[in-house]
């Protein structure tokens, strides 16, 4: 019989235990107090444009190794068109030579 998630990690679960709603109202109230209502939006705000700049760095990134990628293997795909297999031109070596 599959267990749920709660039962599955209920030892560390019941240790720790999870906030009610109680606990949750008591949390934001002391952060009201704390910062106050017109301290919050300004909060808000200034996390939520924090994690904007990380997550477009975050892209910024990404797109980075990819590109670095993607040109290696074009470099790399390059390379090996750019050279002559050595059969060929070996026989081109040899007939030349034999012609002159």
């Given amino acids: 019989m599959p ?17 009610g709603h109680w606990e949750i109202v ?7 107090l704390l910062f106050g209502g017109r301290k919050l ?13 990380f997550k477009d760095e ?3 990134i990404k797109t980075d190794v990819e ?9 790399q795909a390059n390379s090996s068109a750019d050279k002559p297999s050595a059969s060929s031109s070996d026989q081109d ?5 034999g012609e002159g």
């Fill in 26 to 32: 008591i949390v934001i109230f002391a952060i009201l």
């Fill in 3 to 19: 267990q749920t998630l709660y039962e599955s990690v209920g030892g560390l679960l019941g240790f720790f235990g999870l906030p």
């Fill in 41 to 53: 939006p300004e909060l808000a705000r200034g996390m939520a444009r924090g994690l904007r700049i």
């Fill in 67 to 75: 590109d670095s990628v993607s040109d290696k293997g074009e470099d």
């Fill in 58 to 60: 975050m892209k910024g």
């Fill in 93 to 97: 070596d040899k007939g030349s030579e």
